[in-house]
């Protein structure tokens, strides 16, 4: 019996009238978990009812107490009818189950009910017991934190990050039951958010497991999602990045490095499991005696020999993924998937395919070697590497990695010897090895300075199924095949780019009846090595010598992949920076500007917007039509990307996030990005415009917009203060030539990067950007570019954490959720009819915002989200959140330039222990050439039919008259300058393993006694967030403030304590929508007290502030004529407890008198 | 094409005062829109007359939602639904509450009934208060009316703790409650040269020296009613009408008190009994719902109007009255000499405070 809840209800207030007769309540309280109910004395004829309960006792298993929420009803008796609810509470439990969280859940809680609303408060205090469950074979996670926030949270390091976890669960939609026909609405709402709330709980589980399985304590960037497929059931999803985390304790920053040893050193080989470290030694022994590339397979076998192996609780586990593994094999489900692959794309699987042949005598024998293995513990590794790069399994990658840091070994070994034709076998070794990775994923956005080395743009995968051909529609494994390749794509596309790793990672769907988009995206990127002998510092004065170290503020715009091989045009100049590496002329990602990044200037949002008329269809005929559609809407929205960017004389987009909404008629595309000038890159170019053929507009005509463009271009460039530090036209950073010029047939290896330079002939300046105007869309698309304006003075606006240029926060904070749903009412409206309704609707949304801010100015939007959804026919909804946070005008100038920097280094000292789990990964970005392909845009002409695409960061598409895709080439690159270093790496790796081995015990008797101390101090935790709730009781209002934001920092304020995930799921209906006020009345309340559950939840936890809070899902669905409508939303943060950056000191001793006042109180209790 | 739904909701509720004020003066949307775009926001943040519309829209209907919360305004503190700066809070309820003096001087003294109710548009038309706000004003009268009614203690305490008003607006609830209460007349002709100031000022008085509540605030009557024994006592004051000698004795002594010290002595001595009649009857008929209803009309006719028209300025008023109290007191034979204190210390500051034009 591994918990004991315990729940007491005290009170209740304000409580609706239940009785007409007397205008009063005879209420009772039922306190429900599991199967088990408690009930309450009725207090008969009170609307504010005094119940002082005793404590009620729940005795039941960890795992339960993971998925199952606290199920409060409140109920009105009734002597000779049925007693009539009032309301619910629902309460996770979560949070209390992880020691440094919370310690008691107590407060008001809204009473919920699904037809009413919030009716009332109820006062309720809940406590958890754990008893320490040491059983290997537990199905629960308890003690794995969970954060929304997508940076390692603050008063956190991570020590490991050990990459993906994912998961997802299915179970039937209630509302889709038979039984549904015959109960109340009500019911089938309760049992939908309890059903939803489960699963939830489930999926925390699960992907708990995942992460201990992993070695980890902590998911960062915990993105969950729900589809709501219809008849299909209901999935809940969710992604994550898997970290090992340790809590800074204030003041005490300087003990990382005595401390950090013993765990950093095993995560410096990319392992924490105790399975792994029993491998680890292996590559130790055999390094000294590899002598060629099947080496270090061979030496495989041995690996079983070295006793310190701690296989048996691994074991299991580890089997029963493989199993799933297995039945995974994805091909054999493809039947639902409408894709057709015409030759024309240049699909960039294939290449990586050929490359896989290439190496398969390599991984081949790491299999058998394995096979050879006598332990069954290595069945699931095993498996993983004999599939090739399209195997899907489960995510477990930790085993992946350590296959990478095999083969990575081997080659490495051997490439000291071996001549130059088997460096390129040694190359494709390692690049297999990066396949094999399972998913180099990260859901982070924003990562600690130093991490990213190189970013090489971004990936984004779609795919359109069919959900009425699921074959076992109850059963995950179809779902999860189809994310599998989705990730599957993703991953060669970065691959494609030249990069080993995906960062700013997320997925999403849309659904329209049994047609749905699955959507994945990220930015392909390679990250710095240096992490990952982090653990081996005493031997560090080799580390210089590694690489060049790249200037922090430009060195993650040099790009990843080879300049011969580029795997879309674009214009390479040396950077504005350093003056040494390559960079492209425009960088989109999808993740938060670095913090060291070098900007000029302010940041600003760019929104492309675009509608698509599609026939209604149905079935295959509908999903073909719609995967027709999706390369054109992509290639336009990012053309129009493209040139909002030049129009504001921006180089850059961070926070790029495309969504693909469909429609029964329509499909929807909304790109929104933050835009900012990096100094690193070259300035853009101005817009040409072009007349297709002369006689066609008159030139006056186009000169006339020429300027215009020009004079918006001037005008933004002064908004937004870009004046580049540098703007002297040396002809240092000059383009070298459009690749296609080149041959980019083998080239030997003695063509290093030296002689590149030669090559660059001197192109001229960079070319403008060329619009032609050939046809009236051409001019309305030019009409709609101009037609966005820039924000009104004194705001600015994106949707990134941190708003380029601007970092002198003041207090004021405002997050709001504005949802709008257009009807069109026009039947014949064309594409680019519906494009101005739709892109009105968007900016007058912004404007909207601005006018109501507008007391705030100076402010700035951040974290603008915009969510589009055709909820049916002829309606558009487009859902933002965001938050207007002010900032001080006066300092703006002058601090920009060194503020960002010191909290950089700051944080950089608090985060930055940080062996990333990527050995192998590490050694290969050195030897960056993987596979080189070639990804062309698609253009319109090309009649591309794939479902599945790749943006790439395709500079200068507009630009792209090159329609037939270009070859797939294999290049073997320049690296033999960079084998010396690499071979340097390899060795230190050894070192490091071999150290690694031996920490591992103490490891493990470091976590055990960091298990104690915690619980030695949870008493002074528990005095504190008391001492906070009480002194917030004596405060005037009894009602805690509590703040809300999206960004994962408050200004101002320095958060000492995360309280656990926010996960709540609600519906409402009515069936009076008239008298509450209509639509707008309805939702407006609706997600006010939504807003209200969040913070009552908060505030019991004894939090005071909510950071990456996201509205995930809003569905609304009316029936006016019915006077009916329905909302579903779903809404995810942090509950945390920040207090003000000012008065720490005085605080911290408060929180010693809380402690005195708390230990009174709970001898008290 | 039209915007089906359109909402925005802040974590902390965004209220704009000066659409709450339109709000509560009882505009339409549109006419708010109208309003605000003659106001000048536009220029400030180049919003379009949609962005005015929509943003109208959203804090119509935030108002409305929090109506509710407003009617019992102890519940805003401690509500959880919306998340409004106590300031904020205090500014809201303050507001709701606050009403025009034209329209509160049509109802005073009236019975808070569905009756009057019905009569609000007549007013509305004559006070070019609109509807809306008329009934705003009347329901918040009613209701702090039904609240304070039963309860114990002092009024004005009472208003204020439960509805957390400021002291002034507590103030005036309590007048307008007293009012309501005694159904003191104050719509007859002869009275509409009165503000509603003046009456709450002498409702003031009444209150705090002539309810139970004013002599013994222990006591656990409420203070919305006359003190009966009071009453009862005034008439003891007749003597100094009926007893001759008493009447001739005060004439006396009030009028070589005032000799050379005003114009209009000769007035004054003339018409001393005529208006010393007035007052003690006044006194003495109180004990009759009927005649407390038209304390004030009794006033202004039996004393105000008389003097007025002797061209008395309000000095002369003032020295009059004062001597008149104070030469009370030395007649040996009158012995109520604390009824008289608690009956003219009220008298007299009102007649000060409605003596003028």
Same mark, same amino acid.
């Given at each position: 019996m591994p918990g004991k809840l315990k729940a007491k209800i005290v009170a209740g207030r304000h409580l609706p009238v239940m009785d007409r007769a007397s205008d009063l309540t005879d209420a009772f309280v039922e306190v429900k978990f599991g199967n088990t109910t408690f009930k309450t004395d009725v207090c008969p004829k009170s609307l504010n009812p005094q119940w002082n309960s005793e404590w009620f006792k729940f005795e039941v298993d960890d795992e339960d107490l993971q998925d199952e929420p606290l199920q409060i009803t409140v109920l009105d008796h009734d002597t000779y009818s049925a007693n009539d609810a009032i309301g619910k509470v629902y309460i996770d439990i979560d949070p209390l189950l992880y020691s440094e969280a919370a310690s008691v859940i107590s407060g008001w809680f809204p009473i919920y009910d699904t037809i009413h609303g919030i009716r009332g408060e109820i006062n309720v205090i809940v406590k958890v017991e754990l008893f320490n469950d040491l059983n290997r074979f537990r199905q629960s996670s308890c003690g794995v934190k969970f954060f929304c926030t997508t940076c390692i949270p603050q008063c956190y390091r991570a020590t490991l990050v050990h990459g993906f976890v994912e998961e997802l669960v299915v179970n039937e939609d209630p509302e889709y039951q038979w039984i549904d026909r015959i109960r109340t609405p009500r019911a089938s709402n309760e049992a939908r958010q309890r059903l939803i709330s489960l699963m939830s709980g489930e999926l925390q589980r699960k992907i708990g497991l995942k992460v201990l399985e992993m070695g980890g304590n902590a998911v960062v960037g915990y993105l969950q999602c729900f589809d709501l497929e219809g008849e299909s059931g209901l999935v809940v999803r969710a992604i994550g990045t898997a970290c090992t985390l340790d809590k800074l304790s204030s003041g005490s920053a300087p003990n990382t490095n005595t401390h950090m040893h013993p765990n950093t050193a095993p995560a410096s080989n990319a392992c924490n499991s105790p399975s792994k470290d029993g491998k680890e030694p292996v590559f130790v022994e055999d390094l000294p005696s590899s002598s060629g590339p099947p080496t270090p397979f061979r030496a495989l076998p041995t690996s079983s020999s070295p006793p310190p192996f701690s296989p048996s609780k691994p074991c299991s586990r580890q089997s029963s993924s493989s199993d799933t593994d297995l039945s995974l094999t994805p091909k054999t489900e493809e039947p639902h998937s409408v894709r057709c692959r015409p030759g024309i794309f240049l699909c960039p699987s294939s290449p990586i395919l050929s490359t896989d042949t290439l190496s398969l005598p390599g991984s081949g024998s790491v299999g058998c070697g394995r096979g050879s293995n006598p332990r069954a513990t290595t069945s699931a590794p095993l498996s993983s590497i004999q599939s090739d790069s399209a195997l899907l399994r489960k995510s477990v990658s930790f085993t992946e990695d350590l296959l990478l840091a095999a083969s990575g070994m081997g080659s490495g070994g051997s490439a000291g010897k071996e001549a130059g034709p088997l460096r390129t076998l040694l190359r494709q070794q390692t690049q297999t090895a990066l396949e094999q990775r399972e998913f180099p994923f990260f859901t982070l956005t924003s990562f600690p300075p130093g991490f990213l080395l190189h970013v090489g743009g971004v990936v984004s995968a779609r795919s359109v199924k069919l959900l009425d051909r699921i074959?076992?529609?109850?059963?995950?494994?179809?779902?999860?095949?189809?994310?599998?390749?989705?990730?599957?794509?993703?991953?060669?596309?970065?691959?494609?780019?030249?990069?080993?790793?995906?960062v700013g990672y997320s997925e999403s769907t849309s659904i329209c009846e049994e047609v749905c988009i699955l959507s994945a995206s990220g930015t392909a990127a390679i990250l710095n090595p240096r992490y990952m002998r982090e653990g081996c510092l005493d031997i560090g004065c080799t580390d210089h010598r590694f690489e060049e170290p790249s200037p922090p503020n430009c060195g993650f715009c040099h790009i990843p992949y080879d300049e011969l091989n580029m795997p879309f045009p674009a214009q390479l100049t040396y950077c504005y920076h350093c003056r040494r590496q390559k960079v492209p002329d425009v960088l989109f990602t999808t993740i938060d500007l670095p913090s060291e990044a070098a900007v000029a200037g302010k940041g600003c949002l760019i929104q492309a917007r675009l509608c698509r008329l599609k026939k209604k269809a149905q079935g295959e005929a509908n999903a073909t039509a719609i995967s027709n559609l999706l390369p054109f809407m992509e290639y336009e929205l990012h053309t129009q990307l493209m040139n909002k960017l030049k129009l504001r004389s921006m180089n850059a987009l961070f926070g790029l996030h495309i969504q693909i909404s469909v429609g029964e008629n329509m499909l929807l595309g909304l790109a929104s990005a933050t835009g900012v000038y990096l100094t690193a890159l070259p300035a853009p170019g101005g817009i040409q415009i072009a007349g297709k053929t002369p006689g066609d507009l008159s030139s006056e005509h186009i000169s006339s917009i020429q300027k215009r463009i020009n004079d918006t271009i001037a005008v933004n460039k002064e908004l937004y203060q870009i004046n580049p530090p540098e703007l002297a036209e040396e002809g240092v950073g000059s383009p070298i030539p459009e690749p296609r010029h080149r041959?980019?047939?083998?080239?030997?290896?003695?063509?290093?990067?030296?002689?590149?330079?030669?090559?660059?002939?001197?192109?001229?300046?960079?070319?403008?950007?060329?619009?032609?105007?050939?046809?009236?869309?051409?001019?309305?698309?030019?009409?709609?570019?101009?037609?966005?304006?820039?924000?009104?003075?004194?705001?600015?606006?994106?949707?990134?954490?941190?708003?380029?240029?601007?970092?002198?926060?003041?207090?004021?904070?405002?997050?709001?959720?504005?949802?709008?749903?257009?009807?069109?009412?026009?039947?014949?409206l064309t594409n680019q009819g519906l494009n101005k309704i739709f892109t009105d609707l968007c900016e007058n949304l912004l404007k909207s915002f601005y006018f109501k801010l507008r007391s705030m100015i100076p402010c700035c939007l951040c974290h603008l989200n915009f969510t589009v959804a055709v909820p049916e026919e002829e309606l558009i909804q487009v859902t933002v959140t965001a938050v207007a946070m002010t900032y001080d005008k006066e300092q703006t100038q002058e601090k920009t330039a060194e503020k960002p920097v010191n909290k950089g280094s700051l944080e950089a000292e608090e985060q930055l222990q940080f062996p990333l789990e990527l050995c192998a990964d590490s050694s290969s970005s050195n030897i960056q050439t993987a596979s080189k392909i070639s990804v062309s845009l698609f253009t319109p002409a090309a009649k591309l039919c794939q479902n599945q695409l790749l943006i790439a960061?395709?500079?200068?598409?507009?630009?792209s008259t090159n329609m037939s895709p270009r070859a797939a080439s294999v290049d073997y690159g320049s690296f033999a300058d960079r084998c010396s270093t690499w071979l340097e790496l390899l060795r230190l790796k050894a070192h490091t393993i071999r150290r690694g081995s031996v920490k591992t015990s103490r490891r493990t008797q470091s976590l055990a006694h960091s298990v104690s101390s915690l619980e030695r101090c949870s008493p002074l935790q528990e005095g504190r967030s008391r001492s906070l709730r009480s002194s917030r009781s004596f405060g005037g209002s009894s009602v805690t403030v509590v703040k809300m934001t999206p960004l994962s920092f408050l200004p101002g304020t320095r958060i000492i304590k995360y309280l656990g995930i926010i996960n709540m799921f609600f519906i409402r209906e009515t069936t009076s929508l008239r008298e509450e006020g209509g639509v707008s009345g309805f939702l407006h309340s609706f997600i006010a007290e939504v807003f209200a559950m969040v913070r009552a939840h908060v505030a019991a936890l004894g939090g005071n502030a909510v950071v990456s809070y996201s509205m995930k899902e809003c569905v609304f669905m009316e029936n006016p004529n019915k006077n009916q409508a329905q909302c579903l939303i779903n809404v995810s943060g942090d509950a945390v407890i920040c207090i003000s950056e000012t008065d720490q000191e005085s605080s911290a001793s408060t929180a010693n008198t809380g402690q005195t006042g708390g230990s009174e109180t709970d001898g008290a209790t | 094409m039209s915007v089906e739904l359109d909402v925005f909701v802040g974590n902390t509720t965004i209220m704009d005062e000066e659409v709450y004020q339109l709000w509560l003066d009882?505009?339409?949307?549109?006419?708010?829109?109208?309003?605000?775009?003659?106001?000048?926001?536009?220029?400030?943040?180049?919003?379009? @007359?949609?962005? #005015?519309?929509?943003?109208?829209?959203?804090?119509?209907? /935030?108002?409305?939602? &929090?109506? !509710?919360?407003?009617?019992?305004?102890?519940?805003?503190?401690?509500?959880?639904?919306?998340?409004?700066?106590?300031?904020?809070?205090?500014?809201?309820?303050?507001?709701?509450?606050?009403?025009?003096?034209?329209?509160?001087?049509?109802?005073?003294?009236?019975?808070?009934?569905?009756?009057? @109710?019905?009569? #609000?548009?007549?007013?509305?038309?004559?006070?070019?208060? /609109?509807?809306?706000? &008329?009934? !705003?004003?009347?329901?918040n009268f009613k209701r702090v009316f039904k609240v304070v009614e039963e309860l114990k203690g002092p009024l004005v305490e009472n208003i204020r703790q439960h509805f957390l008003l400021s002291d002034k607006l507590a103030r005036d609830y309590a007048a307008i409650v007293f009012f309501a209460n005694n159904r003191f007349e104050t719509g007859k002709r002869k009275l509409q040269y009165l503000s509603f100031q003046d009456f709450a000022f002498c409702a003031g008085q009444l209150i705090s020296n002539w309810t139970v509540g004013a002599v013994d605030n222990m006591v656990e009557d409420m203070d919305v009613d006359l003190d009966k024994e009071f009453l009862q006592e005034l008439k003891e004051l007749k003597?100094?009408?009926?007893?001759?000698?008493?009447?001739?004795?005060?004439?006396?002594?009030?009028?070589?008190?005032l000799r050379g010290k005003t114009k209009v002595f000769i007035e004054m001595e003339g018409s001393f009994k005529n208006l010393s009649r007035g007052l003690i009857n006044i006194a003495a008929k109180l004990t009759n719902t009927k005649d407390v209803r038209d304390f004030f009309i009794d006033l202004v006719e039996k004393f105000i109007e008389p003097c007025r028209s002797d061209r008395w300025s309000a000095a002369d008023m003032k020295l009059y009255l004062t001597h008149y109290t104070n030469s009370a007191h030395i007649l040996d034979t009158f012995k109520h000499q604390v009824v008289w204190d608690r009956y003219m210390g009220v008298v007299k500051s009102c007649i000060f405070k409605m003596y003028h034009d």
């Open positions: 074959h076992n529609p109850d059963e995950p494994e179809t779902r999860d095949a189809w994310w599998e390749e989705i990730r599957q794509e993703i991953k060669s596309h970065a691959r494609a780019l030249g990069c080993h790793a995906v041959s980019r047939l083998f080239r030997s290896h003695s063509e290093s990067s030296d002689e590149l330079s030669e090559l660059d002939l001197s192109h001229g300046k960079k070319d403008a950007f060329v619009l032609e105007i050939d046809d009236t869309d051409a001019v309305e698309d030019i009409h709609s570019l101009l037609i966005d304006a820039p924000p009104p003075t004194g705001f600015y606006s994106c949707n990134t954490e941190n708003m380029p240029g601007i970092s002198n926060w003041t207090s004021g904070v405002q997050m709001f959720t504005s949802v709008r749903v257009l009807r069109l009412s026009n039947a014949n960061r395709s500079a200068g598409v507009g630009e | 009882g505009y339409t949307v549109n006419d708010a829109v109208k309003v605000r775009m003659e106001g000048g926001v536009m220029d400030e943040c180049e919003a379009s @007359k949609d962005v #005015l519309l929509s943003d109208t829209m959203d804090q119509y209907r /935030t108002f409305q939602m &929090c109506e !509710r919360l407003l009617h019992s305004p102890a519940k805003l503190a401690n509500q959880l639904l919306f998340q409004i700066p106590p300031h904020r809070q205090i500014m809201l309820i303050e507001r709701y509450y606050a009403f025009d003096d034209t329209f509160v001087r049509e109802v005073l003294g009236k019975k808070l009934s569905k009756g009057t @109710k019905k009569d #609000l548009d007549d007013i509305s038309t004559k006070t070019s208060v /609109t509807l809306k706000s &008329c009934r !705003r004003q009347f329901d003597i100094l009408i009926t007893d001759k000698d008493l009447l001739d004795q005060h004439k006396s002594l009030v009028c070589t008190a």
